[in-house]
Every structure is written in C-alpha cells, then in structure tokens.
C-alpha cells in the first residue's frame, strides 16, 4: 500500500501570511491531486501535476511536483479567509497497469486563515 | 455538464438497521463510480468502486456493500449498521481506466446511535 503523509495537520495563520503545505511518500504516484474541502461538502479537484519538477500555478497558490513523483507542495500566497478549508492530497499509484483511478489520499491539513 | 447527485444529505440511524444511501451521475457515460469513507474530516478511505455495471470492487473488510444496478447509478447498503459505520460517505466519479480526477458528490452525514 502506498501511503501519502501530509503535514502539517493543523495551520491556523492570519490574512496575508504565506504557507506551505507538504505531501510526501517513499513511493512514485503516477500522477498527483490537490484538493480542497468545505465542512459539509464534498473536496473539490484544485490541479492534476503528473510531470517530475512540474509547477502549476493557480492564483495565489503554486503547487509542485517532486522530480522523483514521489513528493508534493502547495504554496499560497497571502493568504485569505476565503482559502480555509481542508486540503487533501492524493496520489494515483505507479503500480503499472490501468488504476481506474483508484487514489491514495493524504491526512489533509485544516488551514484557518484569520482575518 | 456532468453533475452528480448524492443524498441524503444527513441520516441518524439506530444501531441494527438497515441502510441504503444512492448516488446518480448525470451527462456521462460508463463512469467508473466510488465510495469513499471520511471519519472527522480528515483524509477519505476507498470503500468500493466499479467500472461497469454490476461490477463491484470492496477494497476493505466491513459491514457494507454496493451495488451498481444502471450505469450512472451506485448504491451503498448495510443489512445492519454498526457504531463505527458513522461517518461522512462521499460518492465520486471518474472517466477512463487512468482517470486520476475525482469528482465527487456533497456527501451524507451518517450517524449510528
């Protein structure tokens, strides 16, 4: 079984702070997801990176792809009220073979931005 | 646009009942559909999922079961629930054989008393 560890588990910051968030394993994912959730509601896709080194930017929030795809950040820059939630990462297994999308999902870390 | 649809939306049900919670999948076709278990917001274990109809994977030992009787319509079932079956229940869909994204649906709020 492939495990993702993220961390941390908790970030209680204030508007405008940068942070970082980490996903890491000791094994390849094919391709790896961020997602975010609200209380109540189902997580919402945020970016796919499938390739090693590959950078996405989405507004304020940089995510990264490890080289070795075995590794994964999301950056947000100043951050706001409106980014508190959940996020999860999770990772499509290098298994070989088809996955039917069966993903490994990380802990999630809750992040409360205080205004 | 696809759309899924996942209800209810909460449901308090007393130990050694039965349970089915349902799940439909709109404007798509041959999804691969699953369940996923959520405990305390934090992260999601796989339950089941399915690439076909009839076609149902368990991915853990427990007290539930699917079902999928049409093609964009999943069920999740229990002949007796269990304390521990309490939990947030997510309904997703994807596409493809390699289909890393997951679209999920808002979820039930189980609770077993």
């Known amino acids: 079984t492939q495990l993702l560890e993220q961390s941390p588990q908790f970030l209680s910051i204030q508007e405008g702070e940068n942070l970082t968030v980490y996903c890491n394993s000791s094994?390849?994912?094919?391709?790896l997801q961020w997602y975010r959730q609200e209380p109540g509601e189902g997580p919402v896709l945020l970016v796919t990176?499938?390739?090693?080194?590959e950078v996405k930017k989405l507004k304020r929030l940089t995510f990264q792809f490890g080289d070795a795809r075995k590794d994964s950040s999301l950056h947000i820059t100043a951050a706001q009220p409106g980014d508190t939630g959940l996020y999860l990462c999770?990772?499509?297994?290098?298994?070989?073979?088809?996955?039917?999308?069966?993903?490994?999902f990380g802990q999630g870390t809750i992040l409360t931005v205080h205004p | 646009s696809q759309t899924i649809h996942q209800w209810p939306a909460t449901l308090v049900q007393p130990v050694g009942s039965p349970l089915s919670l349902e799940c439909t999948v709109e404007?798509?076709?041959?999804?691969?559909l699953y369940w996923y278990r959520q405990a305390a917001g934090r992260g999601l274990q796989l339950l089941f999922y399915?690439?076909?109809?009839?076609?149902i994977s368990s991915e853990v030992p427990q007290n539930l079961s699917a079902s999928r009787p049409q093609d964009r319509q999943f069920i999740l079932s229990s002949k007796k629930l269990l304390l521990s079956d309490s939990g947030f229940y997510l309904c997703?869909?994807?596409?493809?054989?390699?289909?890393?994204?997951?679209?999920f649906g808002s979820g039930t709020q189980l609770s077993v008393l």
């Open positions: 990176v499938v390739t090693g080194g």
């Open positions: 999770a990772g499509t297994p290098n298994a070989g073979g088809t996955s039917y999308g069966k993903l490994t």
């Open positions: 404007g798509t076709s041959n999804p691969n």
């Open positions: 094994s390849v994912f094919s391709s």
């Open positions: 997703a869909w994807s596409i493809g054989p390699d289909g890393e994204k997951l679209f």
């Open positions: 399915s690439v076909g109809i009839g076609q």
